[in-house]
């Protein structure tokens, strides 16, 4: 009976005793070096630092081997080429404040064999983020691109508009279907084009971040680019909503059509809000499309059945247009 006692307390001084464990003896997380401070600080105003990972998208990038030093004393330097699609990652970053042109010079490598030195500025003109995403944002940002997409959009939006109402066929706004999401879509792209305008209006720097370091979560953003990204995504899964919609209302051939004039809307939407919303016009054109969208929403007879075969929205009871089928 003592011998169990004695192991019972035993076992519960055991379980009542710990180590308090101190942790690994580091050195204070803010104890960094002059270099390691320097590199923060270039990170925090230019969204890079040395390993960042470039994607060359001009035509070819000449780069030096030698010091950046040797290149503005007027010495003769070897030249190097890097071509369109080959990717680079920094190596070094230096200033040369004697340097007139441009004082941040930048050491890329492609391969063990291929570095060299560039100026900032002529590195950021010929690359890009190598990432999927920041390739999808240079590539719609084109100006260029944007101006040809302009013209091609107004001169086919006309024409599809124009054959819409010459057949009476179904067209967004005007004559549409039995959905609020085709209307929903044109708001969302309109309120998309609103935002990403006024990030880049009032706030360059945080669109700037997040091209150099993009992401399709919402939640890991600062709010504004955050609500651009819902929106994004509310696009997406309203997109398919039409799709399916229009699949069920309408034949092929009327579907076909009213998905093109649907497109012709959202790029004349998309063009109109992003270039107005500059000039600060975008902003009540905004509350006077969404209450254009709406008013032509509710104007429109909404059907009340629905076929008890194949489903098909109907305005009135009598015999279905789609199945044929007499619904009492």
């Known amino acids: 009976m003592r ?33 390691q401070l320097d590199s923060i600080s270039f990170y925090t105003t230019h969204h890079y630092t040395q390993n960042y990972n470039f994607l060359v998208r001009a035509d070819s990038m000449p780069i030096i081997a030698q010091l950046p030093a040797e290149a503005i004393s007027d010495m003769p330097v070897d030249t190097l080429v890097v071509y369109k699609a080959d990717h680079l990652v920094v190596a070094d970053i230096t200033t040369v404040p004697a340097d007139t042109i441009d004082s941040v010079w930048v050491k890329v490598a492609r391969d063990q064999l291929t570095f060299g030195w560039i100026h900032e500025h002529d590195l950021l003109q010929a690359v890009s983020p190598d990432d999927p995403i920041s390739e999808f944002i240079d590539f719609f940002s084109d100006a260029h691109l944007l101006i040809f997409l302009a013209l091609v959009v107004v001169v086919a939006a006309a024409y599809v508009f124009l ?7 179904k067209l967004v706004h005007f004559n549409d279907i039995a959905s609020f999401y085709p209307s929903l879509l044109c708001v969302l792209v309109a309120a998309s084009a609103i935002l990403y305008s006024s990030i880049q209006l009032f706030d360059p720097e945080k669109w700037r971040h997040f091209y150099y370091h993009p992401t399709l979560n919402p939640f890991a953003v600062p709010f504004l680019l955050g609500a651009f990204l819902v929106l994004v995504w509310s696009l997406l899964i309203v997109a398919i909503a039409v799709v399916d919609d229009v699949r069920r209302q309408l034949p092929f051939g009327e579907m076909i059509l009213y998905l093109l004039g649907l497109g012709a809307t959202i790029a004349v939407v998309y063009i109109v809000f992003s270039v107005f919303t500059l000039y600060y016009i975008g902003y009540p054109l905004f509350v006077a499309y969404v209450v254009f969208a709406v008013w032509c929403y509710f104007r429109r007879p909404r059907p009340h059945y629905l076929c008890g075969r194949c489903g098909s929205p109907l305005y009135k009871k009598g015999r279905c247009p789609h199945c044929g089928a007499v619904n009492e």
């Not at 004695?6 to 003896?25: D, E, K």
């Open 3 to 35: 011998s169990q006692l004695c192991m019972m307390t035993c076992a519960l001084c055991i379980l009542l005793t710990a180590c308090y464990n101190r942790g690994q003896q580091t050195p204070d997380a803010w104890d960094l070096t002059e270099q």
């Open 163 to 169: 054959k819409l109402m010459r057949r009476q066929a």
